[in-house]
């Protein structure tokens, strides 16, 4: 049949053009997907007229559902993305969905595709129904044999189909968005990984395992991840009319008592969950699907983190979070982390909006009121995630002008995050300077949780001709780089340039605030000499490591699969 052939390439055409990104053997495999489908449907429905209708509309929702995902998280739909549905529905009505003119012209074209359809006038009504059951049963059956030969990596190599999970972009855009999927469906579940025993993982960790020493007094630990806070200076020179962000950049500068560098994260746009994940576990999305969501898809028990551990050294544990519990399943997640206290937005009693979101500034004023409210010389763990600077940021709003603009860009979303980030500045100023004064001893980390999406990044992209499109391998790894910092109202060594990856910086938050590592911690503080940064993105191998990476990744096998209650 045509048609099916037709539904591939315009499901394609949302972004690109299938015939040119799409490789050959790809492309066929996609039309035999379609074909097999329609056959299926026209079984079923005893028509050939709607059972290729329902493939075209099936096909146009889907395509138009991932070029918004594409859009704003800039990643594509995933066969896991099921599992984040109602978290993407509390946020979608902060997101622009006015199509652009290409949209527009492919939702017309599979219109007048539609309608040419109406006239095919096979009938199948002459087939008896007991027929057609079965008839479309072995189609189904034949269909998912062929989508196991498609998820065969000797059948993959054999006919260039993409099959690296980290480029998921690219994956889509070579392979097609039909078959991606396909070649994905098999990483809904984690295999172990190749050689591993849960009695070597347990070894490994009892060899790195010593007495804790708890010191006499516990130094009160407040983390702040910031939603979207990245500094875009990082992706090439651009001329402000106003520092967007002059207190951190003063914090650079080697102040004393603070820790700074650049972490390399895993996920670019969206995914907040998966920052999270990583620093609170320190485990990594490297070992993990591209695109998939630990929180909900594989954290159904107690597993070890940051979190847990303390609350064992008599730290009261605090997760906050300015919205919705049900996002990422953080009501769920929390409690298995170790968190005996959770709040979310209901608990945010007098909050300031900025845009639609709770500022900052609540954010800080809440933190401070939960220290002030804790039992004297108890010690504090607070994990405070923020929203203020969630996208989209094409929008205009009363309560918010934008007053930072960028030379030789007129980009109002530009301006918009911009500006949004200087008042994340002033509030981190502010949370500093109480502390600073305070008499108990408070170790502050502070870190964005990704960039902000390509609408963002592209007008500085563009000023140093380059586009998000087209980014070589060293710029890409520029765009999954945000800044951090650690500070302390006490004595602590200062250091500037510590680049690392989320997955380390529990480690380095315990080892600032003088206290002893877990087994976990241990292994990951030695294996750190060997790969200094390991995310999904990229794995830096240092020139005198002798590290295994299997190693770490049997570990974070056994750590979030093996011993969970």
Known sequence: MFFPAVHFYLLEAYTHDGFTTVRPWPQFFNIL?????????????????????????????IGLVNYYVYTFRSLPLVPWDIFSIRTAA???????????????????????????EGFCKADLKKLKRRFCIPAALAVLAGLTAFAGVLQQEDFQNRHRMYNKLFTPVYMWQTNGFVLTMVMELPFMAIDKP????????????????????????????????????????????????????????????????????????????????????EFLTGNTMAFLPQGSIPYQQYIHGSIPA???????????????????????????????????????????????????????????????????????????????????????????????????????????SLSAYLSLISKTDEALKDLISYFSK????????????????????????????????????????LRYEVPYLIWANYDIKSENNADTSVNYLGVKVLETAGLELPAYQKFLKEFSKSYPIVSAVRVEKSAEGSADLEEYKKLQYYQLFDIQD
Not at 44 to 52: G, I, M, T
Not at 202 to 225: A, H, S, Y
Request: proline share 4%.
């Open 33 to 61: 997907l379609f074909e097999m489908t329609a056959v299926i449907l026209a079984l079923l429905f005893r028509s050939v007229k709607w059972a290729l209708r329902a493939e075209g509309i099936a096909a146009m929702v």
């Open 90 to 116: 509390s946020v979608a009505d902060n997101y622009n969905f006015i199509p652009e003119m290409r949209v527009v012209a492919v939702v017309l074209a599979f219109a007048a595709v539609l309608f040419l």
């Open 194 to 277: 190749s050689g591993y025993e849960r009695e070597e993982a347990e070894n490994i960790l009892k060899e790195e395992k010593t007495e804790t020493d708890v010191p006499d007094t516990l130094p009160n630990i407040i983390v702040v991840m910031d939603e979207a806070f990245a500094d875009l200076g990082v992706l090439g020179e651009f001329t402000a009319s106003e520092d967007y962000m002059p207190y951190f950049h003063s914090m650079f500068q080697g102040k004393k008592n603070t820790v700074t560098g650049y972490l390399n994260v895993s996920v670019c746009g969206g995914n907040t969950a998966n920052t999270e994940f």
């Open 306 to 412: 940051l979190p847990s551990y303390l609350q064992q050294l008599g730290y009261e544990t605090y997760a906050m979070h300015p919205y919705y519990a049900s996002g990422w399943d953080r009501d769920t997640v929390y409690p298995y982390l170790g968190f005996a206290h959770t709040e979310f937005i209901e608990d945010y009693r007098s909050r300031e909006y900025i845009r639609q979101f709770v500022s900052d500034k609540s954010c800080v004023d809440k933190i401070i009121d939960t220290y002030e409210k804790k039992e004297t010389g108890k010690p504090l763990f607070l994990f405070h995630v923020t929203m203020q600077n969630h996208g989209s940021y094409a929008d205009t709003y009363e309560n918010f002008m934008p007053h930072i603009t960028v030379e030789g860009a007129s980009s109002y």
């Open 438 to 477: 305070e008499d108990e001893p408070v170790v502050i980390v502070f870190f964005g949780d990704h960039q902000p999406n390509d609408v963002v990044a592209e007008p500085i992209l563009q000023l140093n001709q380059k586009s998000y499109r087209t980014l070589s391998e060293e710029d890409t790894y």
